[in-house]
Nanobody, 111 residues
Framework: QVQLVESGGGLVQAGGSLRLSCAASGRIFSINGMGWYRQAPGKQREFVARFTSDGSALYADSVKGRFTISGDNAKRTVALQMNSLKPEDTAVYYC?????WGQGTQVTVSS
């Protein structure tokens, strides 16, 4: 079992920044494969960013150049720095690892 706990969501104006954090515990030995997804009201959950199996970072086109994923392998934590936020970034953001999901954290961007 793997437990994932997100933190750092909130309300921000368009153009602002937020930083999300995810702490993993349990049977996880590397942050490779950890990532972030989001789900806006009335929409399907979508990929945002993640670490690949070799530690490279992948991003959705919609967030490239604005969001940065980072991680600390020793602490089993992953962060998502979100800059230049847009109203369309409003969603519940989830940390994920294989088929394990966190509880989600709300990000709301006002126009």
């Amino acid at each position: 079992q793997v437990q994932l706990v997100e933190s750092g969501g909130g309300l921000v104006q368009a153009g602002g920044s937020l930083r999300l954090s995810c702490a993993a515990s349990g049977r996880i030995f590397s942050i490779n494969g950890m990532g972030w997804y989001r789900q806006a009201p009335g929409k399907q959950r979508e990929f945002v960013a993640r670490f690949t199996s070799d530690g490279s970072a992948l991003y959705a086109d919609s967030v490239k150049g604005r969001f940065t994923i980072s991680g600390d392998n020793a602490k089993r934590t992953v962060a998502l720095q979100m800059n230049s936020l847009k109203p369309e970034d409003t969603a519940v953001y989830y940390c994920a690892y294989t088929n394990f999901w966190g509880q989600g954290t709300q990000v709301t961007v006002s126009s």
